[in-house]
């Protein structure tokens, strides 16, 4: 078989597998229960780990995505599974280089040994949508992201199962399955463009300069394109390794950058870093740092929003329990004030902003695991409540980065940090 037969052998095999995912994500939540059934009756939760990171691995694409999540979401899984799922976060199966190498060369328009002095065929990391290489260009050494082949076909396969699970999951409801479904599938296409990540994560980069407590990759624009993202490669410690080896004061500092880093960017930028899992975060030994990795899922938001939003804090800060229908109706998720229950809701924001009205507040996953629950399992407004698109992510980080803060079982004087953030001049 010659090369070029044997990688159209290679692509077509990985475009099958990958196309599949969409099938098989539908069929994700009852696999799921069966093997924890049969997990717990012969092997424990690690068996369950185990067997979903190799499916999930294999799959990539949008299934991979929703085991990332639930690698780190407090509660999604017995707490031993998710420790075996970790491993979606910053590795997995690979793509073999024969396969990713053309991919350089095609985007870039040149022979991979004229564009980079090395570039190591083995990836240091490997996820939902790509897998990233060591490399120096001009003596620079990098991190080279290479986007699957037929990666974005995938999610547009995954996104059209689920549009149609989420009309029959929605009905009843004010929740809009349509407008949630529009709402990814627009992130996750700009996901698969790795030009517009180059512009987040050259906007991010100038929009935290001035704090040295940030790091941000510098992009390579020379050897970036659609499917290809070069960066100046960073140092630093994984997450797990970082929480296993730093003390308390570390990880309470490390705590606040992720949590100012987040509130500050949505109040004074108008715009989120949507993906907060541990993979995303290196903490350089040598300094007292944090460095933010992959803007590929970032949300840009209208100010109307973000005013509605720190309307609705300032209310439930200030304990103004009769502005909060006003408060509520401004984010647009009340459709219909006479069937939502605001005392409960009420109830829910106390909680929620527990961490902001106490001098100092320590994350817990028993926290994010009562937060879960009076928003979804005890909630009465959960069929009264609609979720426009621009909301979809927020939810994601606040549940992402409350599980993250869990985890670094951190301490601090969150109600400053918030309010600073909340309270921050306004900058493009």
Known sequence: MGKRDELERI???????????????????????????QAVDRHGDEQLG?????????????????????SYLEGSLPPDAQRVLRRLQRGGEPLAFEAIQPVVEQALGQPLHELYDTFDP?????????????????????AVKVQYPEIARTFEVDLGHLRRMGALASLGSALSAEDVVEELRDRLREECDFEIEADHQERFARRWADEPWVHVPEVIRSHSATTVLTSS???????????????????????????????????AHRCMHGDPHPGNYLFPEARDQTVFLDFGCVRSFERPLVDAWKQLARVVLEGRRGDLAEAMMATGMVPDPDRYDFDH???????????????????????????????????????????????????RLQWGLNSVLALLNAEADFGTLFRAALDHPERS
């Not at 999930?56 to 949008?62: C, E, W």
């Not at 990836?123 to 050494?141: D, K, M, N």
């Not at 979804?376 to 927020?394: A, E, F, I, K, S």
């Open 11 to 37: 692509t077509s095999s990985w475009a099958r597998r990958t196309l599949a995912s969409g099938r098989v994500a539908l069929k994700l939540g009852r696999a799921a229960a069966r093997r924890a059934v």
């Open 233 to 267: 490669f960073a140092e630093g410690q994984g997450f797990y390794a970082f929480v296993d080896a730093a003390d308390e004061a570390a990880r309470n500092r490390a705590a606040e950058h992720l949590f100012v880093f987040s509130f500050r960017s949505i109040f």
């Open 345 to 395: 809701h009420w109830e829910v924001m106390q909680y929620l902003y527990e961490p902001f009205t106490q001098a100092r507040f320590r994350y817990t996953h028993d926290y994010v695991r009562r937060s879960w629950s009076l928003l979804t399992w005890n909630n009465p407004n959960l069929r009264h409540t609609r979720m426009p698109g621009p909301w979809v992510l927020v939810q």
């Open 50 to 70: 185990e067997g979903l990171a190799t499916e999930l691995d294999a799959m990539k694409g949008l299934a991979m995505k929703v085991g990332q999540m639930a």
């Open 122 to 142: 083995t990836p240091i990391a490997s996820a939902s949508i790509a897998q990233v290489h060591r490399a120096t260009v001009r003596g620079q050494p990098v």
